[in-house]
């Protein structure tokens, strides 16, 4: 599975930007992962089997995740921005039958998102 994302750059707050993930090969779940600088690893948002989409309560009713398979893309809509959402942000998936893509094995290089107040 190959990821490579794109889209991030520099908003103000209150502003949007769309992530995009371009994804080469099969995966069972896909995701959206952000880390700011000094913390740890979060998870945003979660396709899991092509289900109901999950958000971590921090990005939930700001962002959206949705896929395009005609176009193998992954997108992540985030409104309303804020300073704390600034981070870099990876698309990550699994290929494995059960994952729901809490330690996802594929990862993307990363887009940086920065939110200035």
């Known amino acids: 599975v190959q990821l490579v994302e794109s889209g991030g750059g520099s908003v103000q707050a209150g502003g949007s930007l769309r992530l995009s993930c371009v994804v080469s090969?099969?995966?069972?779940?896909i995701a959206w992962f952000r880390q700011a600088p000094g913390k740890g690893r979060e998870g945003v948002a979660f396709?899991?089997?092509?289900?109901?989409?999950t958000y971590a309560d921090s990005v939930k009713g700001r962002f959206t995740i949705s896929k395009d398979n005609t176009k193998n893309t992954l997108y992540l809509q985030m409104d309303s921005l804020k300073p704390e959402d600034t981070a870099m942000y990876y698309c990550?998936?699994?290929?494995?039958?059960?994952?729901?893509?809490?330690?996802?094995?594929?990862w993307g290089q990363g887009t940086q998102v920065t939110v200035s107040s």
């Open positions: 990550a998936a699994s290929r494995a039958w059960g994952s729901t893509c809490v330690q996802p094995p594929y």
């Open positions: 090969g099969f995966t069972t779940c």
């Open positions: 396709i899991i089997d092509d289900g109901r989409p």
